[in-house]
């Protein structure tokens, strides 16, 4: 309904399920929560959420950093957590988690939020890139040049 704080236009507001926004700007949105089937399912559990992964992660562990949920009652366990269909939340607060000594993350997306580390042989990779793309286009320009000059 509102970028930055300035009204949107009725007739030029978007319904969509994904909003991309820049650094630092707002938005307001009209939430549609009926079950029409179509652009929304009803009562549930509704993430929001960035898509990058340092923004996903706490100080480089992850899940953590800006996600939130709109959690209906009737998906609240008891405790008052968000039923998690067979997912344990229990992992994400224990020492070894704040310690980053166990990568939660890492039995459903292997490798997704793990640090990375150095890669040694980096240089040579890029090397080794520059080197075919170089070959690459010298064999194209002499093709297209042989091309050209008998048409």
Same mark, same amino acid.
């Given at each position: 309904?509102?970028?930055?704080?300035?009204?949107?236009?009725?007739?030029?507001?978007?319904?969509?399920?994904?909003?991309?926004?820049?650094?630092?700007?707002?938005?307001? $949105? =009209?939430?549609?929560?009926?079950?029409? /089937?179509?652009?929304?399912?009803?009562?549930?559990? @509704?993430?929001?959420?960035?898509?990058?992964?340092?923004?996903?992660?706490?100080?480089?562990?992850? %899940?953590?950093?800006?996600?939130?949920?709109?959690?209906?009652?009737?998906?609240?366990? %008891?405790? /008052?957590?968000?039923?998690?269909?067979?997912? =344990?939340?229990?992992?994400?607060?224990?020492?070894?988690?704040?310690?980053?000594?166990? %990568?939660? @993350?890492?039995?459903?997306? %292997?490798?997704?939020?793990?640090?990375? /580390?150095?890669?040694?042989? $980096?240089?040579?990779? $890029?090397? /080794?890139?520059?080197?075919?793309?170089?070959?690459?286009?010298?064999?194209?320009?002499? $093709?297209?040049?042989?091309? =050209?000059?008998? =048409?």
């Amino acid at each position: 309904t509102h970028r930055d704080g300035i009204e949107i236009d009725p007739l030029a507001r978007e319904r969509r399920d994904v909003v991309w926004l820049a650094p630092a700007q707002r938005m307001d $949105l =009209s939430l549609a929560t009926g079950n029409d /089937g179509h652009g929304a399912y009803g009562p549930g559990i @509704w993430l929001f959420h960035d898509h990058g992964n340092r923004a996903v992660t706490t100080d480089g562990i992850g %899940p953590g950093g800006h996600i939130s949920a709109i959690v209906y009652e009737e998906y609240l366990a %008891p405790n /008052g957590w968000p039923r998690t269909a067979g997912v =344990s939340l229990q992992p994400y607060f224990t020492e070894a988690y704040y310690r980053k000594s166990r %990568p939660v @993350w890492e039995s459903y997306a %292997p490798g997704l939020l793990s640090d990375p /580390g150095a890669d040694p042989v $980096l240089l040579l990779r $890029l090397l /080794g890139l520059a080197f075919f793309a170089g070959l690459f286009l010298s064999v194209s320009w002499t $093709l297209i040049a042989r091309w =050209s000059s008998t =048409s």
